[in-house]
C-alpha cells in the first residue's frame, strides 16, 4: 500500500478508505482479547448466539466485551438499618443475578462463563450493537458512604485499575454520589496516558428498591464502557455521560443529582446512545498506561465571603499547607478594598502555597475584567479557568505530589489544561503556536515521514494558523510561524490573509508587524476584498490610516461598492461611517448603483446635517490635495471644529 509519490494527506486518505489487509491477518489468527473465547466454550456460541457454524470464533454476534465494576459503596448498593441507609456487604452480585436486565442467566449457563470468569461476574443480555458484556464485580470490603473515602481509596481504585488494566475493555467504579465528582476528578489525573474507558455511577435510591435510579446508571455504564473506546474518566447519571473533571453535584433529592456546567456531556443515552466524539478527551502520547498513587493532602478549599477575617486566612494559610483553592466571587473576584486580606495572601504565595482562583458560581470562568480580579493575581494568585473547585483541589493534590518538579513547574503545569479539567483563558482561547514543535507533532500524527509531505502539511496548514493567531493579536505565536519558514503573505482557503484578520480586529500592532514582515496591502480574498476594505467595514481608524500610509487603496470593484455603501450612509445618517470611508480614499463623488451620490441622498432626503458634513470632508480633502493640510492633522483639526467651512473646491452640484 505504500506509495511514495502519495502526500501525506493522500495517503492518509486512502489508508481510511481501503480496509487494511494486515487487520484482517492479525483477526484471523489471534482476535483481539475482547473476541477471544475459551476453548472449551467455543462449541456453545451457536445456541446462544444464531451462529451456524459453532466453531468459528468470532462472529458479530460472538463478540464480547469485558469491563471490571469495582463497587467501593454508596447509596446504590445500601440497604435501612435502623432507619438509616448504610452499605450492604455481599449483596449485591447476588441482588443483581435475580434482574434479567442486567443479567443473562442462560448465556451465562450455556457458555459455562463461570467456570472462566468466577463466581462474581455476569453478563448483560446481548446489546442492540450484538455485543455481549460480561462484567466482574471487585466488591470493597468495607463497603463506604463516599463521605467517609479519603485519598487513600483513590489510590486503591487506581491501583486496582491498573493491575486489571490489560484483562478489561472498560472499567465502571460504583461510588456513592457525595464525593463522586472529587474521586472523578483525582482519578482523571491519577490516571496517566489513559486509552480505555473509566466511568463512575452510582445512584440516589438503592437497587435493592423498587423504584430505584441504579438499574438504569449502571446498566448505562456498562453499555458505554464495553462499547466506546473513550479514553476517560468519566461520570455517568441519569441518562448522560460527562467528563469526570467537570462534574459537580448539585441536587441531593433528584435523580438528575449532576451538572456539567462548563463543558457539554460526552455522550447522551436516549433512544440511541449518542456519542459527542467532537468533545472526547483525545490521548496524546504512546507512553503506557500508569496510575500516579502519590497524592498531596496538604491542601484546601477555602471561600471567601463578605466580612472574611484577615486571621482566618492566616491561619488557613499556615503550614502545613502547600496548595489552596480560594473560591472567589464572579469571575475570580475578592475585596480590592482589603489590603490586610490581599497582605496575607501574598505572603503566603511568596512562601511558596500555590493558591488557584476559580469561582463560587456553578458556570463561568475567572478572568481579570475586573480591578477585583487583578489584585488576586498580583498576590500571586494562579487562574483556574473554568475548573471546578473539586478538579482544581485534586489537580493541586495530584500536582504538588510530583517531587521530581520545583515550584515553578507545578505552577506551571496548574495552569495548563491536563485532561480536558479547564479552558485556561475563555476570553482569548489563546493557541499555543510559539511551540515551534507543533507542525512536526501534526506531522507525526499523521505519519509522516518525508521532508516534502511535512513541508506539504505546512503550507496546508500555516495560513490557517496564522490567521488564527492575527485573529487574537498574537504576534509571538506568528513569529514561531515565520521561523517555521511559512509564508505570511499566504492566504488561507478562502485567500483570506493573517492581515485581513488583523485589520478586521483592529489590531494596529499586528497589522505594523505583518507590514514590516512582507505582508501585501493589495492582497484579496475570494469575495475580491483588501485588508482596506476590511478594515473600513470594522471602523478600525488607526488601522486604515497605517494602511493607506503604506500605499493602501480599494480595488475596482471595492470602488464601485463604495458608492451604493456611502448613499446608505448618508441615507442613514452615519456620519462616521461616511468619515471612515472618505479617510480610506473613496471618492465622495461616486456614485451609487442608481447614479445618485451620498450627497444627492442626503438631500433628496433632508438630512442637511449630512450633506453639511459631507461638504466639509470634501473641502477638507481638496484642501489637502492643494498642499494646504498636512497628513496627520485629520482627527484634530481647529477648522472642524469651529464648523466654519470654507469651500476651496467646487460643491458638487445638487
Ligand atoms: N446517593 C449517595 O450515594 C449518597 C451517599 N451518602 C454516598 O455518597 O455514599
Known amino acids: 500500500m505504500a506509495d511514495s509519490s502519495a502526500n501525506g494527506l493522500t495517503s492518509l486518505a486512502r489508508a481510511l478508505s481501503q480496509p487494511s489487509l494486515d487487520l484482517i491477518e492479525v483477526n484471523d489468527v489471534s482476535p483481539p482479547r475482547s473476541l477471544q473465547l475459551h476453548p472449551g466454550r467455543r462449541r456453545k456460541l451457536s445456541s446462544c448466539n444464531s451462529i451456524e457454524n459453532a466453531d468459528l470464533i468470532t462472529s458479530p454476534c460472538a463478540a464480547e466485551a469485558r469491563v471490571l465494576v469495582i463497587n467501593t459503596g454508596g447509596t446504590i448498593g445500601m440497604t435501612l438499618h435502623d432507619d438509616v441507609l448504610a452499605p450492604q456487604a455481599n449483596a449485591f452480585v447476588k441482588s443483581l443475578r435475580k434482574l434479567p436486565i442486567v443479567h443473562d442467566e442462560t448465556y451465562a449457563q450455556q457458555t459455562r462463563m463461570y467456570e472462566y470468569y468466577g463466581s462474581d461476574t455476569l453478563v448483560l443480555p446481548l446489546s442492540k450493537q450484538n455485543k455481549r458484556i460480561v462484567y466482574t464485580i471487585l466488591e470493597y470490603n468495607p463497603l463506604l458512604d463516599s463521605s467517609n473515602m479519603t485519598t487513600d481509596d483513590w489510590g486503591r481504585i487506581g491501583k486496582d485499575i491498573e493491575r486489571n488494566y490489560e484483562s478489561y475493555d472498560g472499567f465502571v467504579i460504583l461510588h456513592g454520589t457525595d464525593t463522586m465528582a472529587y474521586t472523578a476528578s483525582a482519578l482523571s489525573f491519577m490516571c496517566e496516558h489513559l486509552g480505555k474507558p473509566i466511568i463512575l455511577t452510582g445512584s440516589q435510591v438503592p437497587i435493592y428498591e423498587m423504584r430505584n435510579d ?240 511535512l513541508e506539504a502539511i505546512r503550507d496546508a496548514l500555516t495560513p490557517t494558523l496564522a490567521c488564527a493567531a492575527a485573529k487574537i493579536g498574537d504576534i509571538e505565536a506568528l513569529k514561531a510561524l515565520k521561523e517555521m519558514g511559512s509564508n505570511l503573505c499566504l492566504g488561507d482557503y478562502d485567500g483570506r490573509t493573517p492581515l485581513h484578520v488583523a485589520a478586521c480586529e483592529g489590531h494596529l500592532k499586528m497589522v505594523q508587524y505583518l507590514l514590516s514582515h512582507g505582508a501585501s496591502v493589495h492582497a484579496k480574498d475570494r469575495y475580491g476584498d483588501t485588508p482596506l476594505c476590511n478594515a473600513v467595514r470594522f471602523r478600525r481608524k488607526e488601522v486604515v490610516k497605517l494602511l493607506r500610509k503604506t500605499g493602501a487603496h480599494f480595488s475596482r470593484h471595492e470602488l464601485e461598492e463604495a458608492g451604493t ?53 470634501m473641502s477638507k480633502k481638496s484642501k489637502k490635495v492643494l498642499g494646504e493640510f498636512n497628513d496627520d492633522d485629520d482627527d484634530d483639526d481647529e477648522e472642524e471644529e469651529s464648523g466654519v467651512i470654507q469651500f476651496k473646491a467646487t460643491p458638487p452640484a445638487l
Open 214 to 453: 441504579g438499574r438504569d446508571n449502571l446498566l448505562g455504564a456498562l453499555l458505554i464502557a464495553g462499547q466506546f473506546v473513550i479514553p476517560e474518566v468519566c461520570l455517568y447519571f441519569y441518562n448522560k455521560l460527562y467528563r469526570g473533571n467537570r462534574v459537580t453535584k448539585v441536587d441531593a433529592g433528584s435523580f438528575n443529582a449532576f451538572s456539567s456546567p462548563n463543558l457539554p456531556p460526552l455522550a447522551t443515552a436516549e433512544v440511541d446512545i449518542a456519542i459527542n466524539w467532537d468533545t472526547v478527551w483525545r490521548a496524546n502520547t504512546t507512553a503506557k498506561f500508569q496510575v500516579k498513587t502519590e497524592l498531596n493532602r496538604n491542601v484546601g478549599l477555602l471561600r471567601l465571603f463578605p466580612g472574611i477575617t484577615a486571621s482566618t486566612v492566616k491561619a488557613f494559610l499556615q503550614p502545613p499547607m502547600e496548595g489552596v483553592v480560594l473560591e472567589t466571587y464572579g469571575s475570580g473576584n475578592a475585596p480590592d478594598n482589603r489590603p490586610d486580606l490581599l497582605e496575607q495572601l501574598k505572603k503566603a504565595t511568596d512562601a511558596g502555597v500555590i493558591i488557584i482562583n476559580c469561582t463560587q458560581c456553578l458556570r463561568g470562568s475567572v478572568s481579570t475584567s475586573y480591578a477585583t480580579g487583578k489584585v488576586l493575581i498580583e498576590a500571586g494568585l494562579i487562574a483556574g479557568g473554568d475548573m471546578t473547585p473539586e478538579a482544581a483541589l485534586s489537580k493541586l493534590s495530584y500536582v504538588l505530589a510530583k517531587k521530581e518538579l520545583d515550584l515553578e513547574a507545578k505552577k506551571k503545569m496548574m495552569a495548563e489544561n491536563l485532561r480536558g479539567e479547564m479552558i485556561a483563558d475563555l476570553a482569548g482561547a489563546k493557541l499555543c503556536l510559539s511551540d515551534s514543535r507543533f507542525i512536526q507533532v501534526i506531522a507525526k500524527s499523521l505519519s509522516v515521514s518525508c521532508k516534502e509531505e
Open 565 to 617: 455603501e456611502m448613499c446608505s450612509l448618508a441615507a442613514n445618517g452615519d456620519m462616521d461611517g461616511l468619515e471612515i470611508w472618505s479617510l480610506a480614499g473613496a471618492d465622495l463623488n461616486q456614485p451609487g448603483y442608481d447614479g445618485q451620490t451620498a450627497i444627492q441622498v442626503a438631500q433628496a432626503i433632508g438630512k442637511k446635517d449630512v450633506v453639511a458634513f459631507l461638504l466639509r470632508l
